[in-house]
Nanobody
């Protein structure tokens, strides 16, 4: 499985970006997926997660109300819409996938619950 994240860039505070993560190879199109981020000098942290068919979602408190995760299983793609961006959102954003056939409504919030990771896309928010 290869996960290709895209959509990062430089944006001013208050702006928006939409990240995409497309899976190729063995795509696990209906598996649980998530987004994490890692700021310079910090550990990778959870951002958002979505269940296998997208009916359950979970967000870190720091992004709740500003970010929205969604998925298109027909396109093997998961998205992260980021609005009202803040300088503290600056980080490399990673998408991740769990390879197990979990309950359809399970969302996964821990790094070690994911088996495959994308290469990351850099988001820089200027003040």
């Amino acid at each position: 499985v290869q996960l290709q994240a895209s959509g990062g860039g430089l944006v001013q505070a208050g702006g928006s970006l939409r990240l995409s993560c497309a899976a190729s190879g063995r795509t696990f199109s209906t598996n649980a997926k998530g987004w994490f981020r890692q700021a310079p000098g910090k550990e990778r942290e959870f951002v958002a997660a979505i269940s296998r068919i997208g009916d359950s979602k979970y967000y870190a408190d720091s992004v709740k109300g500003r970010f929205s995760i969604s998925r298109d299983n027909a396109k093997n793609t998961v998205y992260l819409q980021m609005n009202s961006l803040k300088p503290e959102d600056t980080a490399v954003y990673y998408c991740a996938l769990n390879s197990r056939e979990l309950n359809y409504r399970v969302v996964l919030k821990s790094l070690d619950e994911y088996d495959y990771w994308g290469q990351g896309t850099l988001v820089t928010v200027s003040s």
